[in-house]
């Protein structure tokens, strides 16, 4: 299996970077942020109970997050591997991540960090509104997950570099180049 973490702040391109390493490695894609909007727009009961958290753009908690994550995972029994995605955003859902790998036989083989400055991601995000016009893209809930992010989310890295599982890739520059670098840090996991 290669089961890999795409790790990165609000706007650092983990969507657009995930669809490329999906066709090549052809893993199967979890964003618990898809996942979510999928929830709260379909009026689910998980959708109604998170929707006021995520639209404020504070994090779901670990028990709700953790829970569902281990479900999607579930659902693929057959799949030759995992590509996850706005996951694990605190250390106990990194720990939770490891337990799940473990009874499954298997780990997490990558962490891929897409390294982008704070000022980047806020003009990024600016874009994002005007074309897509996601509801936590809004300026105040914008401001609450980059705090999350650097308040909560930033110390998972240590806990992956410490396991030396952590490879940061420069997210600024063209989308091939960086995808080029995410391919150069995957290939070394695959035979
Ligand atoms: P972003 O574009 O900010 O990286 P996502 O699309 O990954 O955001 O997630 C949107 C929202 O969904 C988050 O702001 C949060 O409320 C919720 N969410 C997604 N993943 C997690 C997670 N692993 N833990 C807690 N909350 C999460």
């Known amino acids: 299996m290669l089961n890999i973490v ?19 490695y052809n893993v199967v894609h979890i964003s618990t942020g898809d996942l979510f909007r999928w929830h709260t727009k379909n009026d689910t009961p998980l959708g109604l109970k998170v929707k006021e958290i995520m639209n404020s753009g504070e994090l779901v908690s670990d028990d709700i997050t953790i829970a569902m994550l281990r479900e999607e995972v579930e659902k693929n029994p057959q799949a030759s591997g995992f590509l996850f995605d706005g996951f694990p955003r605190t250390v106990p859902q990194a720990e939770a991540l490891d337990e799940l790998m473990k ?89």
């Open 6 to 24: 795409i790790f990165g702040p609000p706007g650092a391109g983990k969507g657009t970077q995930s669809e490329k390493i999906i066709d090549k």
């Open 103 to 191: 009874s499954l036989g298997t780990e997490i083989h990558a962490v891929v960090e897409l390294d982008v400055t704070e000022e980047e991601v806020r003009s990024r995000i600016a874009k994002r509104k005007e074309l897509e016009g996601r509801a936590d893209d809004a300026d105040d809930k914008l401001e609450r997950r980059i705090q999350e992010y650097f308040n909560k989310t930033i110390h998972v890295l240590p806990y992956y570099k410490h396991q030396n599982r952590l490879s940061t890739v420069n997210g600024i520059g063209a989308i091939e180049n960086i995808s080029a670098s995410i391919a150069e840090v995957l290939n070394k996991h695959v035979s």
